[in-house]
């Protein structure tokens, strides 16, 4: 059983910023192998890639966040961050972690909310 939970959402202004942390645990899985990123999803759309990367540091962004987005990663913790920058209203979302190692285990997610 693998545990993924996030946090850091929350309402903040335009241009602001945010920092979303993912804690994963359990058994039966290697983190060492794991990619976790973090995906979003808006009210009506897809839930869509924000940003991945790998336990050797390896990262994949989506190409319109990249720049104002930043993902990182304890390894030692199997935790994953979000460092989210200038902030805009359509960034809007609720965001999920992601933990991929042959499945793809899932949190429950954190609500981000950019409004004045």
């Known amino acids: 059983q693998v545990h993924v939970v996030e946090s850091g959402g929350g309402l903040v202004q335009p241009g602001g910023s945010l920092r979303l942390s993912c804690a994963a645990s359990?058994?039966?899985?290697?983190?060492?192998?794991?990619?976790m990123g973090w995906f979003r999803q808006s009210p009506g759309k897809q839930r869509e890639l924000v940003a991945l990367i790998s336990s050797g540091g390896r990262t994949l962004y989506s190409e319109s966040l990249k720049g104002r987005f930043t993902i990182s990663r304890d390894n030692a913790e199997n935790t994953v961050y979000l460092q989210m920058n200038n902030l805009k209203p359509e960034d809007t979302a609720v965001y999920y972690c992601?933990?991929?190692?042959?499945?793809?285990?899932w949190g429950q997610g954190t609500q981000v909310t950019v409004s004045s």
């Open positions: 359990g058994s039966g899985i290697d983190f060492r192998l794991a990619i």
């Open positions: 992601n933990v991929r190692s042959g499945v793809d285990y």
